[in-house]
DNA sequence: TAGATTGTTAATCGATTAACAATC
DNA sequence: TAGATTGTTAATCGATTAACAATC
């Protein structure tokens, strides 16, 4: 039996159904169809089905999905059933709102680690966080075992940085910085600019 | 003759092309083939040439594309050849953050509006702009005739937030809010959540 | 039971890649 | 000129959609 591989497009969006169903959940309500959830999502049912199909079959015939199995079947497939640890790099404006920033701690990721180069905030703390500085980013990473990693530091070092962290032994990087990094393909790297979210949309506000 | 529709995945790479070329014109160079910038971008050159053509012939055969001239056809593709004003909901951490943010006003963003509901925020100043009571969204977007919008408020308010927006005239709205929101099909929204991309990377970093 | 909805297969659609003539 | 590289066409690949038998 060869295991079928899910497509990379099929697992980002687990996380969407899976952000849709808790909020159902407290909403209240105990069973969804895909029609439903397709709606509240802006998809399609046809897509939610066959994207859950890649790792079973979780609803009933007539029905639909029990909410509360199905979140619980996907924060299996996603290995949500832990608390991550994750290193923040760079204490600027930026990586302090992360520190701070509720949504994280709520959904089991805990930010144990914040680095800066700055002498005026090294020691200081954001939240529960002291700020650390950037010498120790490999030593506490590996002490640790860290394995997520976020750069919040100007384009300038952020190639620098993640290399550190790779050789750190970190196996994922979120990356705030404006740059394209160029990682080993070993590591699976997610990036954040809204610039570029804006740019794209300027594209289609500009017919005027 | 029939106006070819470019691709929106096509649209969304353009500005992570200009960003790069704009990179290589500070490093000095002139001139790039689709191969070099392919590597640098992590994609093919076939890719590149094929993003481009949709446009124009940009490039000279034998020699590559002249990076100047090419970041001036892309800007102009984009419309970024003028200043965009935008209206930034929620002054928490993170919408303070966003309107400090040097990299908007570099690359043509300015923070025209910031709004909150707190009256301890409301009249208090970041940077140079002062937070304004969501009471006056409407009228101040308005008056500036603002088309970009960006939501940095909690998921429960999200949606309201959204739909006064584009009630007063917002066409385009990037949201930090971790939830689905539901918007006419004329509105374009792009969605930032680090949640939903740290749980697809934690998926492939799972299998230890 | 009748109606609703799943899981899955096959058809369609669209995007990426390969290949190469044109040409700098 | 010879070598390099574009722009474009055709081939391939993969993802989405439609359709429907199975079944709750």
Same mark, same amino acid.
């Given at each position: 039996?060869? !295991? ?10 687990? =996380?969407?159904? &899976? ?6 959940? !407290? ?8 029609? %439903? &959830?397709? @709606? *509240? ?8 089905? !066959? ?34 640890? %994750? #290193?923040? %790099? ?5 990586? *302090?709102? &992360? ?10 990721? @805990?930010? !144990? ?23 120790? $980013? @490999? ?10 990693? %976020?750069? #919040? ?6 190639? &620098? ?12 990087? $979120?990356?705030?910085? =404006?740059?394209?990094?160029?990682? =080993? @393909? ?9 610039? $570029? ?12």
């Amino acid at each position: 039996m060869t !295991k079928e591989v899910v497509p990379d497009i099929v697992i980002a969006r687990l =996380p969407r159904y &899976l952000q849709c169903l808790n909020l159902m959940a !407290k909403e209240g309500l105990h069973t969804v169809s895909s029609g %439903v &959830l397709a @709606e *509240r999502l802006g998809t399609t049912a046809a897509q939610i089905r !066959k994207d859950l199909s890649y790792f079973g079959g979780f609803g009933k015939q007539g029905s639909g999905y029990p909410i509360y199995s199905l979140i619980e079947a996907l924060q299996e497939i996603l290995n949500l059933d832990r608390i991550w640890q %994750v #290193a923040v %790099v760079g204490a600027g404006d930026l990586g *302090r709102a &992360l520190t701070r920033y509720q949504g994280f701690p709520r959904r089991g990721i @805990e930010i !144990k680690l914040l680095f800066d180069v700055d002498p005026k905030l090294v020691g200081t703390k954001v939240g529960s966080i002291t700020i650390q500085h950037v010498d120790y $980013l @490999e030593k506490e990473i590996q002490h640790h075992g860290i394995k997520i990693g %976020v750069l #919040a530091v100007p384009a300038e070092y952020a190639q &620098l940085m993640a290399d550190r962290m790779v050789e750190a032994g970190i196996e994922g990087i $979120l990356s705030y910085a =404006p740059v394209s990094l160029i990682l =080993p @393909e070993s590591v699976h790297a997610q990036h954040i600019d809204p610039v $570029l979210q804006l740019q794209t949309m300027m594209y289609y506000l500009g017919e005027d």
